[in-house]
Nanobody
Framework: VQLQASGGGLVQPGGSLRLSCECSISISSFNVLGWYRQALGKQRELVAA???????NYVDSIKGRFTISRDTARKVVYLQMNSLKPEDTAVYYC?????????WGQGTQVTVSS
């Protein structure tokens, strides 16, 4: 299983980015698909996740600003990020869980700065 994350970049506060995570196999195979982030000097944290039943969870700090979605046909999971803040600056990783297995993408840098 390979996950390829893309879409990061430099954006001003208040701006938007959409992250994409392309999977080498059908995303319907997985129990949970998620986006994590790790800021410099901090632990990796779960940002958003969607399970096989479509139930979505968000960390409180991004509620109302970020949206996770999936395109099963394209085998892609998205993270739409709006109203970005400097504290959203981090490396963002996509993750896919299947039973006891956990797969990670390579990470994409998001920098929010004026």
């Amino acid at each position: 299983v390979q996950l390829q994350a893309s879409g990061g970049g430099l954006v001003q506060p208040g701006g938007s980015l959409r992250l994409s995570c392309e999977c080498s196999i059908s995303i319907s195979s997985f129990n949970v698909l998620g986006w994590y982030r790790q800021a410099l000097g901090k632990q990796r944290e779960l940002v958003a996740a969607i399970d096989s039943g479509g139930i979505i969870n968000y960390v409180d700090s991004i509620k109302g600003r970020f949206t996770i979605s999936r395109d099963t046909a394209r085998k892609v999971v998205y993270l739409q990020m709006n109203s970005l803040k400097p504290e959203d600056t981090a490396v963002y990783y996509c993750n896919a869980k299947l039973s006891r297995y956990s797969y990670w993408g390579q990470g994409t840098q998001v920098t929010v700065s004026s």
